[in-house]
Each structure stands twice: as C-alpha cells, then as structure tokens.
C-alpha cells in the first residue's frame, strides 16, 4: 500500500502536522499537534494506527522532528 503524503520539507512543524492529519484522513481520526515540544507524544498515534504499515518509525528514537517526519514519509511510500 503506497500512501501519497505530504513531505516536511520547507513546512514548520505545526504547518505539517496540519497537513498530514489532513492527508491521513481516509485512515483514521487524527489529532492536532497544539504544543510543538510534544510532538513525538502527537506522533504515537501514527504508530498506533492499526490501517497505516507496520514499519512506522518510532518517534521517541529520534531528537529532531523533521528526520523523524521524512523517514515516516518514506515508511507510507
């Protein structure tokens, strides 16, 4: 299954989180990111969506959120 999302490049991180709650939509009911410093709380639920690929990468692995959003981009393709 390939799904067609949003890259982070050139976006802050809250334009992005917007956008990919928005692209995901078909998928599941995803929050909003509201605090920036929790974004990888905000990303969990990604990882526990049961409809995305099992290879969703972990949030908590990693320090920044744009190396975490482009390997999740790249785990959908």
């Keep these: 299954m390939t799904i067609s999302i949003t890259l982070p490049s050139g976006l802050g991180l809250r334009d992005w989180a917007d956008q990919i709650s928005l692209d ?3 998928y599941g009911a995803f929050g909003r990111l509201d605090v920036e410093d929790q974004w990888k709380n ?9 409809t995305l690929k099992e290879n969703v990468p972990i949030p908590y692995a990693f320090d920044n959120w744009r190396e975490w959003a482009e390997r999740f981009c790249q785990a959908l393709e």
């Design 24 to 26: 995901l939509d078909p």
């Design 42 to 50: 905000w990303a969990m639920q990604f990882v526990n969506n049961m």
